[in-house]
């Protein structure tokens, strides 16, 4: 479990040894960032009020899934004027960013850390990441994972009060319990010790699982006092080699939630010297190896692992650390083989959920990285089959809305990144609330228009069949088969199109919307 999210979450923790990085109830480091639109904003600016910082990317499902919570309660906390909320996406282009905000309407401020300055002051290992800073710049909480309204209020409760931040739910009490030390016999012989060390290993993947609002730094300093009592135990009496390789993972776990690289890489090499194709040790290596930077040796364990288990999750993963490491040719054919047998799953399961679900998931990463190669064709093909696949997916899947916009706004990006004067126009369908007025019938669509800020965009829809009426809505006004539109600072502006059919259609119409020379056209499927 700790090495599916472990370069994602490597984060340090220890009873009663510190996390690492900022430490609630001790001032909260400075920063220096630049919002979206240019205002340079650093913490000093904020003294005096209530400060949520929230450390998240697009590509996060958490991130996406806690946006909705998270715009809630801005609206909600910020009324009397003392809080005050900032976004911070340390991992992407501002392009994406701004495609985000434009289709979510996110009510705060945000920022890009460019140069990681940011992400290495807060040491942000993990997405998304909440941060609530008291008027008087005490940091009070530090959560990592999604965060719910009702944490976040309570938070900001604490932080008003001058207050760190305790989080004492149902979850986080399951938790304690089942890391709770007094439960675990550390004593007896070698045998004993051993059973014990897995029994240890169990509880944490158990506590990992543990669904609800719970305190990652808390529990992860709770997992490592059981990781220490047992290294210390098994050290000793670790004669044979399964004892070895026990001991090796419990040391490089160990060391890698504190960050200390060198000693959890020396430890999961000894494991795999006696174990070359263990998982744990092998995904717990590449970790490692990815969160000290060495993304060339990490993609040459991915490798590894592909070999033993060419599954389509392990065959993305080589992809993405090849991507990252710069080695598009091996990315390319790693999610070449990825992308084929997620196709072969399908075909043997024509319609099944979860296959086109992997079949979608492995096109969006291959896009964004013919992206980062700067291969935009290819890219824009591969966001195509996103939305093509994810399409075909159930409307209630868990990833149906996810998928279809993110793979909008990173065609989004593609052309915002490189406008360069021109116009460019995205139709995907609708996700999220029906739109104002919408029926049954009503076909909906998000219609995004990326250009140079400031310019107005004459739109027009056409290919309509008889009868057939398009509706342009923005800034709460809709208009019939064409409108004009100014783009904001962002460059960005998302449009709700609706096609209303009022007749009988001989075929499926393609309706297409064409503005500034640009266009773009979505295939309508008669019902």
Request: proline share 6%; glycine share 6%; with cysteine.
């Amino acid at each position: 479990m700790l090495h599916a999210i472990l370069a994602a979450t490597a984060l340090a923790l220890a009873v009663p040894q510190a996390p690492t990085g900022p430490q609630v109830g001790a001032p909260a480091p400075d920063f220096h960032l630049a919002t979206l639109d240019g205002k340079p904003i650093s913490l000093a600016d904020f003294r005096g009020k209530t400060l949520v910082i929230n450390e998240w990317a697009t590509w996060c499902p958490p991130c996406r899934e806690e946006t909705p919570d998270l715009i809630a309660s801005a609206k909600k906390l910020r009324t009397k004027g003392d809080v005050v909320f900032l976004g911070v996406d340390s991992t992407e282009r501002a392009p994406i960013v701004r495609a985000f905000i434009a289709a979510k309407g996110l009510p705060f401020a945000n920022a890009v850390d460019d140069d990681k300055s940011f992400s290495k002051a807060y040491d942000i290992r993990a997405y998304p990441t909440t941060f609530v800073i008291s008027p008087d710049g005490v940091l009070r909480a530090r959560y990592v994972g999604n965060i719910s309204q009702q944490v976040l209020a309570g938070f900001v409760a604490d932080a008003r009060a001058g207050r760190n931040g305790v989080l004492a739910t149902d979850a986080q009490k399951k938790v304690d319990a089942l890391l709770d030390p007094a439960k675990f016999a550390f004593d007896g012989d070698a045998a004993t010790i051993r059973r014990v060390a897995t029994t240890v290993l169990m509880a944490i993947d158990a506590a990992d699982a543990v669904e609800g609002d719970t305190d990652y730094l808390r529990t992860q300093a709770e997992e490592n006092v059981l990781r220490d009592r047992e290294i210390a135990l098994l050290a000793p009496v670790a004669e044979t080699d399964e004892s070895k390789v026990l001991l090796a993972r419990l040391q490089g776990d160990a060391a890698a939630v504190r960050e200390q690289w060198p000693e959890a890489l020396a430890a999961y090499e000894r494991g795999l010297a006696l174990a070359p194709s263990d998982a744990d040790l092998l995904g717990g290596l590449a970790s490692a190896l990815h969160a000290t930077g060495d993304d060339a040796r990490a993609t040459d364990v991915y490798t590894r692992i592909a070999k033993i288990d060419p599954s389509v999750d392990n065959l993305v993963s080589l992809g993405v650390s090849a991507r990252d490491a710069k080695r598009f040719d091996d990315a390319t054919v790693a999610f070449a083989q990825a992308i084929g047998t997620a196709r072969a799953a399908v075909n043997a399961k024509p319609g099944n959920a979860k296959a086109i679900r992997k079949l979608a998931w492995a096109y969006l990463h291959e896009g964004r990285m013919f992206a980062r190669a700067g291969e935009t064709e290819k890219a824009r093909a591969a966001f195509a089959q996103t939305s093509a696949w994810t399409a075909k997916l159930p409307k209630t899947d868990s990833r149906y809305e996810m998928y279809l916009e993110q793979a909008q706004e990173e065609t989004v990006a593609l052309d915002a990144a490189h406008p360069q004067g021109k116009t460019a126009l995205s139709l995907a369908p609708w996700t999220g609330p029906d739109l104002p007025g919408s029926i049954a019938s009503t076909f909906k669509y998000r219609l995004v228009v990326a250009g140079t800020p400031g310019k107005t965009v004459a739109l027009a829809a056409s290919g309509l069949p008889k009868r057939w009426v398009a509706s342009f809505c923005s800034d709460r006004q809709c208009a019939p088969f064409r409108t004009t539109v100014a783009l904001p600072q962002s460059g960005v502006k998302v449009i709700e199109f609706q096609v209303i059919p009022q007749s009988a259609a001989a075929s499926a119409p393609t309706v297409r919307v064409a503005g500034d020379g640009a266009s773009a056209s979505v295939r309508v499927a008669a019902r």
